[in-house]
């Protein structure tokens, strides 16, 4: 039985234990060692995780990719159910599935069986709201013990990078950590020093710790809207009246936790009322294609 720590990330996961020449991260998808945070359901077959998943998708496989999952942790969408082909799956137990499968990787290519994890986590998996951060928190701790892990604590994430760097400093710095991610962004100040590098309670050296829920996933939503969903209508004028076409399809295509909410027959229903009352029905046609490939796909 061992320990390791687990980056569980909105885009990339990495898992890192104590080897024989110090701390080493494992590799988990051949000889890289960090892998997408993406699982892909193809009926009938074990899922896949990290390149492979998308590298299905991409190619046209039946089934449903999953990306962006950490983002549900702490919102109402954690204990919703969400079609994945003749199934229907709570996300938690789609985070489970992932991990699961990322700990089964590391313990092969490790040789040894992990029972204790440090998880990393954002200063604030949800901003303004303490109650939620704990229920984010909790939840992955249960999952984290589904999947078997005994022991489980936390770590914030620029507290982790600030220790690692700690290893190379020379004399006491104050220095300010950003960790940059896909969904959140963390900026901490921290003292760090030799001397301190090796003491057990760091409480004290943490100046400064604060983080907002502003991410990479958050750029990638942008330039969707932006510049790919007016193509199929978003902004576009309805026949009568100053509306334009309802944009909230186009907010949840663009958003990989809330896409689930289109794979069902009456958005499909809508969109079609939408195509015969706006004024380029071409382009939001394009959106009604969209959402039933995909759709076609999650339920295949």
């Not at 909105?10 to 020449?21: F, I, Q, R, V, W």
């Amino acid at each position: 039985m061992a320990a390791c720590g687990l980056d569980f990330g909105t885009s990339n996961t990495t898992l890192g234990h104590l080897a024989a020449a110090g701390p080493a991260l494992i590799p988990l998808e051949g000889a890289h060692r960090t892998i997408p945070s993406a699982i892909f359901f193809e009926p009938g077959e074990a899922p896949l995780i990290g390149r492979a998943a998308t590298a299905a998708y991409v190619d046209g496989h039946p089934g449903r990719l999953m990306r962006g999952l950490k983002s549900v942790l702490g919102t109402p969408l954690m204990d919703e159910a969400t079609p994945v082909g003749r199934e229907r799956l709570r996300l938690r137990d789609v985070i489970a599935r992932y991990l699961s499968a990322v700990k089964a990787r590391a313990e092969v290519a490790c040789g040894q069986s992990l029972d204790t994890v440090v998880h990393g986590r954002p200063v604030h998996f949800v901003d303004g709201d303490a109650e939620a951060d704990r229920r984010a928190e909790d939840t992955l701790r249960d999952i984290a013990r589904d999947v078997g892990f005994r022991e489980v604590s936390f770590q914030y994430e620029p507290i982790a990078a600030a220790l690692d760097y700690e290893r190379q400093v020379r004399s006491e710095e104050i220095a300010l950590i950003a960790d940059i991610g896909g969904g959140t962004s963390d900026f901490s100040i921290v003292r760090l020093s030799p001397e301190r590098r090796g003491r057990p309670d760091r409480a004290g050296d943490i100046l400064a710790n604060d983080g907002v829920r502003i991410g990479g996933t958050d750029f990638d939503r942008q330039l969707s809207l932006g510049t790919v969903m007016p193509l199929m209508g978003l902004g576009s004028p309805m026949r009568r009246g100053d509306l334009a076409v309802p944009n909230a399809y186009f907010h949840d295509l663009a958003t990989w936790s809330a896409i689930n909410r289109l794979y069902n027959a009456k958005t499909l229903r809508e969109i079609d009322e939408v195509i015969r009352d706006c004024a380029k029905p071409a382009l939001v046609a394009r959106l009604r294609a969209a959402v039933e490939g995909e759709r076609g796909h999650a339920l295949a």
